[in-house]
């Protein structure tokens, strides 16, 4: 099984990789079977989607890409801005294929400076999710400043829930079957302006 981790933060060492590393870390060490990465989005030069078909793209671009698409699961993660998640992860959600997640189970995290953007995991992060037909599992983890200290996750509430999160996302790749959705992916073809 791969487990892969997406951390869509736009800075160096965020708390968001942090957060997301943590869980990937706990996974990994339960099921060390298991084969699990986590990928920050910022170290790589992905191309801004264009239009083109996501077998047209090189590079880091492809390789993010094709990490997406091998994936068994995921945990996504992204601090949150002005209530949504950040353009460099939506990028990576627009050069990816329509069934890239399709019947695979998604964990979510987010992080902010304070409680205010919370329910973003709600409004934008589930719904983007629910598009790819993947499964979001229940528990996403919010976490922000208060929870962090000297550049670590001191919080052992939020541990224990990124601790939990981990385990759910496994088990359910483990245990629910890829076609458990309601319906195929829809069939969108895709074309550049450049091409036009």
């Known amino acids: 099984m791969e487990l892969l981790g997406l951390s869509g933060s736009p800075t160096t060492r965020s708390k968001t990789l ?6 990937i870390a706990h996974a990994k060490l339960t099921w060390p079977h298991i084969s699990a990465e986590v990928i920050h989005i910022r170290d790589h030069d992905v191309a801004f989607c264009d239009g083109r078909e996501p077998s047209e793209y090189e590079g880091d671009t ?10 068994d699961a995921l945990i996504v993660g992204t601090p949150m801005y002005r209530a949504s998640y950040t353009g ?35 409004h934008e992060l589930k719904p983007l999710i629910g598009f790819f037909a993947g499964h979001v599992i229940p ?7 208060e929870h962090y200290s000297n550049g670590d996750l001191v919080d052992d509430g939020i541990q224990d829930r990124l601790r939990q999160l981990a385990e ?15 319906g195929a992916p829809p069939s969108i073809t895709r074309q550049s302006l450049a091409q036009s």
């Open 18 to 23: 942090i957060a997301v590393e943590l869980a």
């Open 62 to 71: 492809r390789m993010i890409i094709d990490r997406v698409v091998a994936a």
């Open 88 to 122: 460099v992860l939506k990028n990576v959600f627009d050069v990816i294929p329509n069934d890239a997640l399709y019947g695979k189970p998604v964990g979510l995290i987010a992080t902010g400076g304070s409680d205010h953007h919370y329910l973003a995991i709600e």
């Open 139 to 145: 528990g996403a983890v919010y976490a922000h400043n």
């Open 168 to 182: 759910a996302v496994v088990r359910f790749a483990e245990e629910v079957p890829r076609n458990l959705v309601g």
